[in-house]
């Protein structure tokens, strides 16, 4: 991405699905320290069947909004309502709980029935493309864009970065959350980290080299922490999740719980501290009048 040498990581398997028994290469940027996936597949489709959109009724969507209230509070810390745009919105709780807010929400997302259910079941316009950088540059000048565990998953993550910085108005805030490679996490389990996640995750984004990305296009940093909600989350389950292994029974399942959690309170001092969660996020506004 940034043009300098990359050195051969590690290869894995997708340990998280088991979709294919095919290996995938990592290697990592020298210069900017980006992981990247050297083979990916020409076509990802088969890699997010449908189980992959866990789709929530009315219902659901209103009993997990709350726990999505923390995303919509850091916007809201940095902006007022206006149009956002979320990129992947998957099942729309998130961009449920944004509407609910004030925000006058468009999800871009490549799945057709993800697509179908946010319009009909969360009330949220959605537009169907798998190239969101492009989709993004159709729209009206937007208040806020936001990926949730989004740019991992795209081929030209830098783009959807530079399209959001010309879609946002003066202002205007792009909201990432992305695994974080340099968590304890990773330095600790390497390949088997599970959100590592071969091949659907087609890079790990240092924060440093997404921030140097965002300062090229106008963007200034206002927010970051691995300390979140969200962040918590995803330092539990990649302890968990990795000691439950493929298809586990119940009782693997019930030691895994256990043994997550004991790992997490083990690794708490160390997760907690900046910078060594699994997850960042990160908040950016563009330069011009709040």
């Not at 989709?135 to 949730?148: F, I, N």
């Not at 995803?234 to 790992?263: C, D, H, K, M, T």
């Amino acid at each position: 991405m940034c043009g300098a040498a990359a050195a051969r990581l590690f290869e894995v398997g997708d340990r998280n699905r088991s979709i294919s028994a095919e290996t995938f290469a990592y290697a990592r940027c020298r210069a900017c320290a980006l992981i990247f996936l050297t083979d990916p597949p020409d076509d990802l489709a088969p890699y997010y069947p449908d189980s992959y959109y866990e789709l929530a009724g009315a219902a659901e969507l209103e009993r997990h909004a709350p726990a999505e209230r923390h995303k919509v509070d850091l916007l809201l810390a940095h902006t007022s309502p206006g149009r956002l745009t979320e990129i992947g919105p998957g099942q729309g709780v998130f961009a449920f709980a944004a509407k609910r807010a004030g925000f006058e929400v468009t999800g871009i997302e490549m799945d057709e029935r993800a697509c179908r259910h946010l319009a009909s079941v969360a009330g949220v316009a959605c537009v169907h493309s798998d190239a969101p950088h492009h989709a993004l540059s159709e729209l009206p000048a937007q208040r806020a864009v936001a990926l949730w565990h989004v740019l991992e998953h795209l081929r030209e993550p830098w783009k959807l970065v530079d399209a959001a910085a010309t879609a946002l108005e003066p202002g205007g805030v792009l909201a990432i959350a992305t695994p974080n490679p340099a968590s304890f996490g990773m330095r600790v389990l390497g390949r088997l980290w599970p959100h590592v996640d071969a091949p659907r995750h087609l890079f790990l984004v240092p924060l440093g080299a997404l921030r140097e990305r965002a300062a090229r296009v106008g963007l200034t940093q206002v927010a970051c922490t691995t300390d979140d909600p969200g962040g918590r989350h995803w330092n539990r389950f990649a302890w968990e999740y990795v000691l439950r292994g493929l298809q586990p029974s119940q009782q693997r399942l019930r030691l895994a719980r256990i043994g997550g959690l004991a790992a997490t309170v083990a690794a708490l001092p160390i997760e907690r501290s900046p910078g060594r969660g699994a997850a960042y996020t990160v908040v950016f506004r563009k330069d011009g009048a709040s």
